[in-house]
């Protein structure tokens, strides 16, 4: 998948929103990690300056290690408090347990039994990076209940961090490619025939990673329900990234890093919405999970599994 393979470079490197709490600071005398990763929750050391990492949220050097930041007293009672010891594993739960299987179940079919046309690759691509994420949510869940602490060393810290900023902006760049692949095949139908190829296909996943992109949609009613989905995931996390890198003084805004915490959970929420907005809408695709569900189900007739097949043929929404 070109999803996987770019993704990368984001292990290695993307540290853009991560660097004060990057896996970096990890250690093994009960540092944390993840998208909280700080210093020793005491108290900072007086006339110790800002932090120089210029891209890092506010705070101040360990004492004994110039690059573990210490956050604010402000952020020291939240980030142990309820909202991230309870209601951020709440909403990773949530997102884990409806995108885990809806994004499976959506990859499984579109493996297996819908055409292996070029616009399958942009949405398989789609559902392995809703996946990746899913399948990382269990260490972040596990991180936050135990007070935000990161057992599982840097490795894992590392590839959570990138799979979770990698979806984040993936996945948007990913649906604007879908969106341009169904542009061509609506307004140019005709050039579409040979512009709508593999090698495009590719490409656009390529692209995906690279650039962003922004094309009208087929549907009024489906781009309302893409922009909802949008503006309610990733604007609120964007928005503070917005506010914090305008910064011109580390006291400027206030903490933002408290109200950043749970933004970036809601974000994952995008994860579990993306198979029903791109996959489920269309009815001939729930014709093809029925049917490959029929095939599993006990006792299943051969004629229920034949008009299911038929039943896909009369239907006007197209998945591709």
């Given at each position: 998948?070109?999803?996987?393979?770019?993704?990368?470079?984001?292990?290695?490197?993307?540290?853009?929103?991560?660097?004060?709490?990057?896996?970096?600071?990890?250690?093994e005398?009960?540092?944390?990690?993840?998208?909280?990763?700080?210093?020793?929750?005491?108290?900072?050391?007086?006339g110790?300056?800002?932090?120089?990492?210029?891209?890092?949220?506010?705070?101040?050097?360990?004492?004994?290690?110039?690059?573990?930041?210490?956050?604010?007293?402000?952020?020291?009672?939240?980030?142990?408090?309820?909202?991230?010891?309870?209601?951020?594993?709440?909403?990773?739960?949530?997102?884990?347990?409806?995108?885990?299987?809806?994004?499976?179940?959506?990859?499984?079919?579109?493996?297996?039994?819908?055409?292996?046309?070029?616009?399958?690759?942009?949405?398989?691509?789609?559902?392995?990076?809703?996946?990746?994420?899913?399948?990382?949510?269990?260490?972040?869940?596990?991180?936050?209940?135990?007070?935000?602490?990161?057992?599982?060393?840097?490795?894992?810290?590392?590839?959570?961090?990138?799979?979770?900023?990698?979806?984040?902006?993936?996945?948007?760049?990913?649906?604007?490619?879908?969106?341009l692949?169904?542009?061509l095949?609506?307004?140019?139908?005709?050039?579409?025939?040979?512009?709508?190829?593999?090698?495009?296909?590719?490409?656009?996943?390529?692209?995906?990673?690279?650039?962003?992109?922004?094309?009208?949609?087929?549907?009024?009613?489906?781009?309302?329900?893409?922009l909802?989905?949008?503006?309610?995931?990733?604007?609120?996390?964007?928005?503070?990234?917005?506010?914090?890198?305008?910064?011109?003084?580390?006291?400027?805004?206030?903490?933002?890093?408290a109200?950043?915490?749970?933004?970036?959970?809601?974000?994952?929420?995008?994860?579990?919405?993306?198979?029903f907005?791109?996959?489920?809408?269309?009815?001939?695709?729930?014709?093809?999970?029925?049917?490959?569900?029929?095939?599993?189900?006990?006792?299943?007739?051969?004629?229920?599994?034949?008009?299911?097949?038929?039943?896909?043929?009369?239907?006007?929404?197209?998945?591709?």
């Amino acid at each position: 998948m070109w999803a996987l393979v770019l993704l990368w470079p984001l292990v290695m490197g993307f540290n853009l929103e991560d660097d004060s709490q990057s896996p970096l600071t990890y250690d093994e005398m009960g540092s944390t990690g993840g998208d909280g990763t700080v210093g020793p929750l005491s108290g900072p050391q007086e006339g110790t300056p800002h932090s120089p990492h210029l891209r890092s949220f506010p705070g101040q050097p360990w004492a004994n290690n110039s690059e573990i930041l210490e956050i604010p007293e402000s952020s020291r009672a939240l980030l142990l408090g309820w909202v991230a010891t309870r209601l951020v594993p709440a909403v990773y739960g949530l997102a884990l347990l409806v995108g885990l299987p809806a994004n499976g179940l959506a990859l499984w079919v579109l493996a297996t039994r819908v055409p292996r046309l070029p616009s399958t690759t942009l949405l398989m691509n789609l559902a392995a990076a809703d996946l990746l994420l899913a399948l990382t949510l269990p260490l972040r869940i596990a991180y936050h209940l135990q007070d935000r602490h990161w057992p599982f060393g840097e490795a894992a810290c590392r590839a959570t961090t990138a799979a979770l900023y990698g979806h984040m902006y993936g996945s948007v760049l990913l649906l604007a490619a879908i969106s341009l692949d169904r542009y061509l095949g609506v307004v140019h139908p005709l050039r579409a025939l040979t512009l709508r190829g593999w090698r495009l296909a590719a490409g656009l996943c390529a692209l995906a990673w690279l650039a962003a992109a922004a094309l009208a949609l087929h549907a009024l009613g489906l781009t309302a329900l893409v922009l909802a989905s949008a503006l309610a995931f990733f604007v609120p996390s964007n928005t503070l990234l917005l506010l914090h890198y305008s910064d011109p003084g580390p006291d400027a805004w206030g903490d933002l890093y408290a109200a950043y915490v749970p933004s970036l959970a809601l974000s994952t929420l995008n994860s579990c919405v993306d198979p029903f907005i791109y996959y489920y809408v269309s009815a001939e695709f729930r014709d093809k999970v029925r049917e490959r569900l029929l095939c599993w189900a006990p006792g299943a007739s051969a004629a229920s599994r034949d008009g299911g097949t038929q039943g896909t043929g009369t239907r006007s929404t197209s998945l591709v």
